[in-house]
C-alpha cells in the first residue's frame, strides 16, 4: 500500500475515534488528538516517521478545533489577516499586501463549521439567531463572522493576527517607517504629557506606534490601559490592563470600553491609554483629558488629522454631547495626531504630525502640520 493511501486510511480512523467526538460542545484537546491518531497508527499496523506523525496530528487537529484548511496561514508569522470569502476563495494579508492563497473548504457548510469550532470553547453563537459574531481568540486574534443572509454567497470568516514582535525606535527607523526627526517629536511630545491620538486606516501601524509611545512613559507613571482585545505590549514599569468583554451567548454580560474608562477614572491613573476609540466611550475619554488626566493616547481609525477631529465630534454627537462642548473638549484636552498610512508596496508608516490649533470663537477645530513626510524612500 502506498504511503498516500496509507495516510488516507489513518485520517478516516482518527475521524471515526469515538473519543473524538465525546464531548460536542467543546473540541478536542490536543492530548485526546494525539492519543487518536497513536490508536489509529497501531490498529493500522503501519511506521511513520516523525514528521509524518507530527503532520497527522496537525491535520487532525486542525480539523477539529481549528480552522481546518485555513489554520495552517495562522502559523504564518508574516501573515496578519486570513479572509475567508467563500469556500474556494481564501486570502491573506502577508507582508502588507493581499494575495489569494490556494486553501479550499469543501463546501460552504464547512466553513460555516470551521467557525463553530473556534467559537465553542468561547461560549459564542453564530447561527440564524444571531448570524454574526465578533471573538477574541486564545491567542489574541480577533475573529469575525459573518452568515447568510446577510452575506449572501455564503459563510464569511475574518481573522486578524496581531504580531508578538516588539517593535523598537530604531527598527522603524531602519525600514523608514518613522523618520528620526519625527520620531524626536513624539519622544518629546511623551515625556512633555501630551495627549497623542495616532490616526490611519487598519493596518498602517497605529498600534505598533502606540506600543512605541507607551515605552516612553516614565517608571514613576500609573498607566491603566483599556483595550477589547490585548493588542498592546506595555513595557511601561507601572502598568494595569483592563478588557472589555463582549456578551455571552444569551447577551448578557458585557463591559464595554466606556465601563473601564469610567472605571480607571477611579483608579488614580496618571495617564489613560485606549487602545481604539470608536463610540461614546470617547466622551469619558475627554472628560479625563479635561480634567487634568494629561498624557493620555488613544487611536482611532481616520486618514488624515482634519478627519480624525471629525471622527471624534461626530462620535461625542452619538453619545448625545453637544457640539460646541464635544469641540471645547477636544480644544482643551487634545494635543497632538500622529497620522500613518500605507506607501508604496505596501510599505507602512508615519505620513503627518500635526498639532490642535488654539479654537477661535465658536469656530471649527484646526490643525498645525508640524511635520509632513515628503517621500518614502
Do not use: Y
Not at 4 to 31: F, I, K, S, W
Not at 94 to 101: A, H, V, Y
Not at 180 to 201: K, Q, S, Y
Amino acid at each position: 500500500m502506498s504511503a498516500g493511501l496509507q495516510l488516507e486510511r489513518l485520517r478516516r480512523r482518527v475521524a471515526e475515534d469515538p473519543a473524538l467526538g465525546a464531548n460536542r460542545d467543546a473540541p478536542p484537546a490536543l492530548a485526546t488528538v494525539r492519543s487518536a491518531v497513536a490508536r489509529a497508527v497501531r490498529e493500522e499496523g503501519v511506521l511513520l516517521p516523525p514528521d509524518e506523525l507530527a503532520r497527522l496530528v496537525r491535520e487532525v487537529t486542525d480539523a477539529l478545533a481549528g480552522l481546518g484548511p485555513a489554520q495552517p496561514l495562522l502559523r504564518d508569522p508574516a501573515v496578519t489577516d486570513v479572509l475567508v470569502n467563500g469556500p474556494d476563495e481564501v486570502w491573506v494579508e502577508r507582508d502588507g499586501r493581499l494575495e489569494r492563497t490556494s486553501v479550499r473548504f469543501a463546501d460552504a457548510a464547512a466553513v460555516h463549521a470551521a467557525a463553530l469550532r473556534v467559537l465553542a470553547p468561547l461560549g459564542l453563537r453564530l447561527d440564524r439567531g444571531r448570524p454574526w459574531v465578533d471573538a477574541r481568540l486564545p491567542d489574541g486574534s480577533r475573529l469575525h463572522a459573518l452568515l447568510p443572509p446577510l452575506a449572501p454567497g455564503g459563510p464569511v470568516i475574518s481573522v486578524r493576527r496581531f504580531a508578538a514582535v516588539n517593535h523598537t525606535w530604531e527598527a522603524l527607523l531602519r525600514s523608514g517607517a518613522v523618520p528620526a526627526d519625527a520620531a524626536t517629536l513624539l519622544r518629546e511630545a511623551v515625556a512633555a504629557r501630551r495627549a497623542i491620538v495616532c490616526c490611519g486606516r487598519t493596518g498602517t501601524g497605529k498600534t505598533t506606534l502606540l506600543n512605541l509611545l507607551l515605552a516612553e512613559v516614565g517608571d514613576d507613571e500609573r498607566v491603566l490601559i483599556i483595550e477589547d482585545a490585548p493588542e498592546l505590549r506595555p513595557r511601561c514599569a507601572h502598568a494595569v490592563r483592563l478588557e472589555a468583554r463582549p456578551p455571552n451567548a444569551e447577551g448578557a454580560g458585557e463591559v464595554t470600553i466606556r465601563d473601564l474608562v469610567r472605571q480607571a477614572l477611579r483608579m488614580r491613573p496618571d495617564r489613560i491609554v485606549v487602545g481604539e476609540v470608536r463610540g461614546v466611550e470617547v466622551v469619558d475619554m475627554l472628560q479625563a483629558l479635561a480634567t487634568g488626566h494629561e498624557g493620555c493616547m488613544t487611536t482611532v481609525h481616520a486618514r488624515a488629522a482634519d478627519e480624525a477631529l471629525v471622527r471624534l465630534e461626530g462620535m461625542a454627537l452619538l453619545a448625545g454631547l453637544p457640539l460646541a462642548a464635544a469641540r471645547a473638549q477636544l480644544s482643551v484636552g487634545l494635543d497632538l495626531l500622529a497620522v500613518l498610512s500605507r506607501g508604496p508596496g505596501g510599505r507602512r508608516g508615519l505620513v503627518q504630525i500635526a498639532q490642535l490649533e488654539p479654537r477661535d470663537g465658536d469656530g471649527p477645530l484646526r490643525v498645525r502640520q508640524l511635520w509632513q513626510r515628503e517621500s518614502w524612500s
